[in-house]
């Protein structure tokens, strides 16, 4: 992966998929780290929140924040979503459209 992503010339954003029932685990604090370095933008996507009750939600949007906080690269607007619920799925939907436009 980071030979891809260290050599890629069309990348212009990275999606970063966050199970919102178990936050960033270290795995993705390192990917993140890993961006960075390489200077490739990103957005944090925390996936599931219909699995998660509204608490739950707030928790891991407030720990997501803090640790972004540490990361100049990510848009530090997270996109929460459920696909079965539909929800969120237009701002990502936006975010693409305006990439490739």
């Known amino acids: ?5 260290n050599t890629s010339k069309n ?5 970063v998929l966050i199970d919102s029932r ?3 685990m270290s795995d993705d604090i390192d990917l993140l780290y890993m961006l960075d ?9 925390l996936t599931k929140i219909d699995c998660i009750n509204k608490s739950e939600l707030q928790d891991v949007l407030v720990k997501t ?3 972004l906080i540490n990361h100049t690269l990510a848009n530090k607007s997270i996109i929460a979503v459920s696909s ?3 929800y969120g ?4 939907k936006d975010i693409i459209y305006n990439l490739i436009k």
């Open 65 to 67: 924040n803090n640790e």
């Open 22 to 24: 178990k936050g960033l």
């Open 1 to 5: 992966i980071y030979d891809y992503l």
């Open 84 to 86: 079965s619920k539909k």
């Open 89 to 92: 799925l237009f701002e990502i």
């Open 37 to 45: 370095e390489l200077n490739i933008n990103y957005q944090i996507i």
């Open 11 to 15: 990348l212009k954003l990275i999606f």
